[in-house]
């Protein structure tokens, strides 16, 4: 009785400390936003066109409000640009696509 009440509590615990992590394990083959970690399964992503037919969300939208400046959302599109393997010759437009908030 007493290892099931610990096991509940422990479980309670790491849910709200780590709820991104179990929400990961929630929803497999889901990327996540750079910030809050949580995947695209539970949370709207903010998509940045950075041309007419190219867009990244590396963001979701509530981590995108609350990044409020250009500059603070910056290094989570440079992180994901970083882990593309191809398209390198892309990231002036996107960066200038985050700078002008879009």
Same mark, same amino acid.
């Given at each position: ?23 990961? &394990? ?32 590396? &963001? ?43």
């Amino acid at each position: 009785m007493k290892i099931a009440l610990i096991t509940i509590i422990c479980l309670v615990l790491l849910l709200n400390i780590f709820p991104s992590f179990f929400a990961r &394990l929630a929803a497999p083959g889901y990327s996540w936003c750079g910030r809050c970690k949580f995947p695209w399964k539970f949370v709207k992503s903010h998509r940045t066109d950075y041309s007419p037919s190219r867009g990244v969300f590396p &963001l979701c939208e509530k981590c995108w409000e609350e990044l409020a400046t250009p500059e603070a959302r910056l290094p989570y599109y440079k992180e994901l640009y970083d882990s593309w393997e191809k398209d390198p010759n892309c990231w002036d437009e996107i960066k200038n696509a985050v700078m002008n908030d879009r």
